[in-house]
């Protein structure tokens, strides 16, 4: 038997020859969920022996990890705004500048005093957007409606189980679609609130992915199919806008390098008091706009 720093130790040492950055980091990390203690507990029990099972089992582990295997895949779940998600292959994993997104929606939804707004969550993946920001509203006094639409079906597996996290799941319906063709099938014909965290990385970055991502990360969940990765915003602008109450919001997450292209796309369709705020960087992240005076309305 082997005691918890000497399995820190050499699983260190294996995955900085394999060439993991933050290896130790992740090291804790996975024996966190392999043991439920705190990062402090487990530098406090280094001399805790550990079952040979359980070496085999995080040393299998570890190994997937030094094949780049992003550590909530190997642990099968992800946090986000407070809840605890299920991810996997298949289904993007929850990053914390999305986190920005959920918080400004619940600003302006609650701003608006629409008591059971409808809200589309687009291109949904774990659900961890649209979830979070009913429980959120929930919290507030606020019983939304709430479609989370992905096309998906390895995404949508993920979606319908994290519904367990929801405080409302009676008010969230799970919708396969394809939103850049099929939006005028959506069970409901008009929004008050588009959400979405659209695939938008461009021709170029995806090439200089981290391999944990490029390797294991759903590629739909993240290339936004043009060299400039704004197609989904186009056609938010351009459909979903056209299904938006005169009176409601689309907020959107995107790269830090397209506020400029986006802002673009929502004023070119008439959205307008169009905002932009910033992540936890400093970099422009997710940007708002209203109904207002949208062409063709």
Same mark, same amino acid.
């Given at each position: 038997?082997?005691?918890?720093?000497?399995?820190?130790?050499?699983?260190?040492?294996?995955?900085? %020859?394999?060439?993991?950055?933050?290896? =130790?980091? +992740?090291?804790?990390?996975?024996?966190? %969920?392999?043991?439920g203690?705190?990062?402090?507990?487990?530098?406090?029990?280094?001399?805790?022996?550990?079952?040979?099972?359980?070496?085999?089992?995080?040393?299998?582990?570890?190994?997937?990890?030094?094949?780049? %295997?992003?550590?909530?895949?190997?642990?099968?779940?992800?946090?986000?705004?407070?809840?605890?998600?299920?991810?996997?292959?298949?289904?993007?994993?929850?990053?914390? +500048?999305?986190?920005?997104?959920?918080?400004?929606?619940i600003?302006?939804?609650?701003?608006?005093? &629409?008591?059971?707004?409808?809200?589309?969550?687009?291109?949904?993946?774990?659900?961890?957007?649209?979830?979070?920001?009913?429980?959120?509203?929930?919290?507030?006094?606020?019983?939304?409606?709430?479609?989370?639409?992905?096309?998906? $079906?390895?995404?949508?597996?993920?979606?319908?189980?994290?519904?367990?996290?929801?405080?409302?799941?009676?008010?969230?319906?799970?919708?396969?679609?394809?939103?850049?063709?099929?939006?005028?099938?959506?069970?409901?014909e008009?929004?008050?609130?588009?959400?979405?965290?659209?695939?938008?990385?461009?021709?170029? +970055?995806?090439?200089?992915?981290?391999?944990s991502?490029?390797?294991?990360?759903p590629?739909? *969940?993240?290339?936004?199919?043009?060299?400039?990765?704004?197609?989904?915003? %186009?056609?938010? *602008?351009?459909?979903?806008?056209?299904?938006?109450?005169?009176?409601?919001?689309? &907020?959107?997450?995107?790269?830090?390098?397209?506020?400029?292209?986006?802002? $673009?796309?929502?004023?070119?369709?008439?959205?307008?008091? &169009?905002e932009?705020?910033?992540?936890?960087?400093?970099?422009? =992240?997710v940007?708002?706009?209203?109904?207002?005076? &949208?062409?063709?309305?």
């Amino acid at each position: 038997m082997k005691t918890i720093g000497d399995l820190i130790s050499q699983n260190e040492t294996k995955l900085n %020859e394999a060439g993991i950055i933050d290896a =130790r980091f +992740d090291i804790i990390a996975l024996l966190s %969920e392999f043991t439920g203690m705190s990062s402090v507990q487990i530098k406090m029990s280094s001399n805790k022996l550990m079952s040979d099972e359980f070496e085999e089992k995080f040393n299998e582990a570890c190994d997937r990890l030094g094949r780049n %295997e992003p550590v909530a895949y190997i642990t099968g779940k992800a946090y986000f705004y407070n809840e605890e998600y299920k991810v996997g292959p298949g289904v993007l994993i929850p990053r914390p +500048d999305t986190e920005i997104l959920v918080e400004k929606a619940i600003e302006v939804i609650t701003n608006s005093k &629409i008591t059971n707004p409808v809200i589309w969550d687009l291109c949904t993946g774990s659900g961890c957007v649209g979830i979070s920001l009913g429980n959120a509203l929930v919290d507030n006094g606020i019983t939304p409606k709430i479609y989370l639409v992905d096309l998906f $079906d390895e995404a949508l597996q993920y979606t319908r189980s994290n519904l367990d996290q929801s405080k409302c799941p009676d008010s969230i319906t799970v919708v396969k679609l394809d939103v850049l063709k099929d939006l005028d099938k959506m069970p409901s014909e008009v929004a008050d609130f588009i959400i979405s965290n659209p695939p938008y990385i461009t021709s170029k +970055d995806m090439e200089e992915l981290d391999l944990s991502v490029k390797d294991y990360e759903p590629h739909t *969940a993240l290339f936004g199919l043009k060299e400039d990765g704004l197609l989904f915003y %186009e056609v938010f *602008a351009n459909k979903a806008s056209q299904m938006l109450n005169s009176n409601g919001a689309i &907020i959107v997450e995107h790269g830090y390098d397209q506020e400029k292209g986006v802002h $673009d796309v929502f004023e070119k369709v008439g959205l307008v008091n &169009i905002e932009c705020v910033k992540d936890f960087g400093g970099n422009p =992240r997710v940007t708002l706009a209203y109904g207002g005076n &949208i062409s063709g309305k």
